[in-house]
């Protein structure tokens, strides 16, 4: 049989690579653009000059540039644009070429301030496409943004690149959550795109208003901004509020932009953009690489305002295999976002992280939101519970109580609330509050 890769057909154009082919060129390809980004950023980038100073932006090999280049932190960061305000030396041009703005919503300290020249967003939004391409997405689809359209990036990305796919892209800022339920409803969106904790809350609100979600037409919800989306029992939540649709989880940050997509294939599985990205799992401590540990990521596009070896706070594990069962050999991370590396709490010797602690919640069933409180007793960190029931069920608070102590060894009280009584987020939820 002819082998179809010996065939030109008359065009002056590569053959297509197949899937090992495409694999083994991947690390040449990383490592050419990373040296195109170096080389780029050397005397121009006030920032990573100083702090690569004396490297050698040719980079030798991958593993040179894993055991030479030092991480980049959110700290450094926020100190450079303390030092120069208002948006630090991590930009590689003069300031007249940028033309986008975007500020992280600080919730994990001082906001951080980032620009964008035309060449960047370009390159942003192509890679949000592909989150919305992964996910099912097409130019036929009616995409529905649940959220106020602030300075947080991702939803300007979003927006933009369903425009771009020919989607019909409807905004669902400024109006409240039982207005945006029947616009919804009306408009005939397909598409929704929130946070887990919002998604639950439209479809809550379904209920509390008595609207028939029997005509809903959302056959994909695209979530992001918390883990919840990789998380079964809320996933499920999820899909249980709105029949006919599938919950798909997705993660970026201010400093990257759009870094995962939903398996196709794998429930609760992200790939990270490798294209785009040069992405490494080190042990948070000692800085070594694990399977896992802390997601460390290079933008190997974003030249304008770049981040190298960026300390993304991200605690992710590894897949055993490197090629998907979707196909792909982008790094698939199993259970996706685990956790953030600040988010830990020690209570009486266990690690707890809120995405175990959200897990056990939503599978006791009939919550409709909780809050954590974190106190300290005896110089000792203790946790209470509190949960909003969304139905009559007197035994809710004891069967929660037994599954966390069956989970993590550890009493953890849990006291009901009245109905209404715990606040609703439309942005990432602030449910861990220390007392």
Not at 44 to 66: C, V
Not at 226 to 235: L, N, R, V
Not at 298 to 314: A, Q
Request: aromatic share 8%; charged share 25%; with cysteine.
């Amino acid at each position: 049989m002819e082998n179809p890769k010996s065939v030109n057909r008359g065009l002056d154009l590569p053959m297509p690579l197949y899937p090992d082919e495409r694999a083994a060129a991947a690390p040449a390809e990383r490592l050419a653009k990373l040296r195109i980004l170096l080389a780029e950023i050397a005397g121009h980038n006030a920032f990573y000059t100083r702090k690569l100073q004396g490297l050698d932006t040719e980079i030798p090999h991958l593993d040179w540039f894993r055991e030479n280049v030092p991480f980049t932190t959110k700290q450094e960061l926020i100190d450079d644009q303390s030092a120069h305000p208002p948006f630090g030396s991590n930009l590689t041009y003069p300031i007249a070429r940028y033309s986008h703005f975007a500020q992280t919503n600080g919730t994990t300290g001082q906001p951080l301030r980032w620009l964008d020249t035309p060449e960047n967003w370009s390159w942003l939004v192509g890679n949000w496409r592909r989150v919305l391409e992964e996910s099912g997405v097409t130019g036929n689809d009616r995409v529905f943004y649940a959220f106020s359209f602030g300075p947080f990036i991702g939803f300007w990305l979003a927006f933009e690149a369903a425009v771009q796919m020919g989607c019909l892209a409807i905004p669902g800022a400024g109006i409240r959550s039982g207005a945006r339920l029947r616009q919804i409803l009306d408009c005939g969106a397909t598409v929704l795109l929130c946070t887990p904790t919002y998604a639950i809350r439209l479809g809550e609100t379904a209920i509390e208003e008595g609207v028939d979600m029997s005509s809903s037409k959302i056959r994909r919800i695209v979530v992001a901004g918390e883990p919840g989306g990789s998380i079964k029992s809320t996933q499920s939540r999820i899909e249980q509020l709105w029949p006919g649709a599938r919950a798909l989880d997705h993660h970026g940050l201010t400093e990257c932009g759009p870094v995962t997509y939903a398996c196709p294939a794998r429930e609760r599985v992200l790939h990270v953009m490798e294209s785009s990205y040069f992405a490494e799992i080190v042990d948070p401590s000692t800085g070594a690489p694990a399977r896992r540990g802390e997601l460390i990521l290079t933008t190997l596009g974003r030249l304008g305002s770049p981040v190298i070896r960026y300390r993304s706070g991200d605690l992710v594990g590894r897949a055993a295999s490197d090629r998907c069962e979707c196909g792909t050999f982008d790094l698939a991370l199993e259970g996706g976002i685990l956790a953030r590396t600040d988010d830990m709490i020690v209570v009486r010797g266990v690690n707890l992280f809120p995405s175990a602690i959200e897990e056990i919640v939503r599978s006791a069933g009939g919550v409709a939101e909780y809050r954590v409180e974190v106190h300290t007793e005896r110089g000792l960190t203790e946790l209470t519970i509190h949960l909003e029931p969304s139905g009559d069920d007197g035994a809710l608070a004891h069967r929660l109580e037994q599954a966390l102590h069956n989970a993590f060894a550890l009493r953890i009280p849990v006291k009901l609330v009245e109905r209404g009584s715990l606040p609703r987020f439309e942005m990432k939820a602030q449910r861990w509050l220390r007392v």
